[in-house]
């Protein structure tokens, strides 16, 4: 594959992660750098190792690819869009889930006859990164570079470092930009940009599902 070639598959492989971390930015509501570089190189770190985990499956197999007797290569294309369907389903419906938490709660204050007050959010109050769920969003968003490792280690004339390298760097920049943006419309809509979110996240897994179903 020509560089230009990795690069287009760099871009196409981090457009998800650049989403989900926009979705991690409405989160986060305010900028802190080193979170930001965290979540951005959590993305790129994980769509790095995946390609470079499929590449090594197949070039540990490739006697038994070429056989035809390597059935462990076809279970990994098989399973892989739908794990991350669940992954991001589960995330976007416990964003929605708290996006709405406030509104149900004023409802149910108003039929009560109560006062209702939603407590602003504290500036000085820590912001919490919340490393499980970027994990878990960064292992859902690079399955798909799974597979495109996979295809890597079919092709003879690939230097897989600098496809990684590339593909990791692309998603680094892209991400951080994400987080950014989230940051900004965080701030600004608070629990419409969270419920929009969780909104975005069901729908890349649903997109992601569709797109190896009709494959």
């Not at 971390?21 to 979170?35: A, D, N, P, R, T």
């Not at 197949?58 to 690819?65: D, K, Q, W």
């Not at 070429?66 to 462990?72: I, K, N, P, V």
Request: hydrophobic share 55%; proline share 2%; net charge positive.
């Amino acid at each position: 594959m020509e560089l230009w070639e990795i690069a287009l598959t760099g871009l196409s492989l981090a457009m998800d992660a650049f989403a989900v971390s926009m979705c991690k930015g409405v989160e986060m509501k305010k900028f802190i750098l080193k979170y930001t570089v965290l979540i951005a190189g959590s993305f790129a770190l994980f769509q790095m190792l995946m390609p470079l985990i499929g590449w090594g499956v197949v070039t540990l197999l490739r006697g038994a690819i070429e056989s035809g007797t390597a059935g462990g290569v076809e279970i990994i294309r098989q399973a892989d869009h739908w794990i991350a369907f669940a992954l991001l389903a589960f995330l976007g419906v416990k964003m929605i889930v708290d996006a709405v938490k406030p509104w149900y709660k004023k409802r149910r204050a108003v039929k009560r006859g109560e006062e209702y007050t939603e407590e602003a959010p504290d500036p000085n109050q820590p912001v919490k990164l919340g490393v499980k769920t970027l994990l878990v969003m960064s292992v859902a968003t690079s399955i798909d570079a799974l597979a495109v490792g996979v295809t890597f280690g079919l092709l003879e004339s690939i230097n897989i470092w600098v496809s990684i390298g590339i593909i990791g760097a692309i998603t680094l920049v892209l991400c951080f930009i994400g987080v950014i943006i989230g940051i900004k419309v965080g701030a600004k809509f608070r629990h419409k940009a969270e419920f929009l979110g969780g909104l975005v996240l069901i729908a890349l897994g649903l997109k992601i599902l569709i797109e190896h179903l009709i494959a």
